[in-house]
């Protein structure tokens, strides 16, 4: 059963600073090199109802291949050496058909 993995937050960094523009460069690059990762899209948030402004969003062919990019040792390293230090708050959904 596919899966659609959506994680939305909020970076510690000021809006368009170049540190924000590297954060979401560097996800895309590492997280769209993780075998399995498919339909790879950043959006920013535009209403004033939520205070998370970036989303990160993926698909998976199956439980496998999500499960596979979830113990992957860049989607780790990118967790720890970025995500925790960069990100302030976020929400992760996981939805199937």
Same mark, same amino acid.
């Given at each position: 059963? *596919? ?6 937050? =909020?970076?510690?960094? *000021? ?5 924000? =523009? %590297?954060?979401? #460069?560097?996800?895309? #690059?590492?997280?769209? $090199?993780? *075998?399995?990762? %498919? ?7 535009? $209403?004033?109802? $939520? ?21 992957? *040792? #860049?989607? #780790? ?8 230090? %960069? ?11």
């Amino acid at each position: 059963m *596919p899966i659609q993995h959506t994680v939305v937050f =909020r970076l510690i960094h *000021p809006e368009g600073s170049v540190e924000e =523009r %590297e954060f979401l #460069a560097t996800g895309h #690059a590492v997280l769209t $090199s993780i *075998p399995g990762v %498919e339909d790879f899209v950043i959006r920013r948030q535009v $209403s004033d109802k $939520s205070a998370l402004t970036h989303q990160f969003s993926m698909s998976f062919v199956d439980e496998e291949a999500y499960a596979a990019y979830d113990a992957h *040792p #860049a989607h #780790a390293a990118f967790v720890t050496e970025r995500w925790l230090a %960069e990100v302030a708050e976020f929400q992760e959904y996981d939805f199937v058909e």
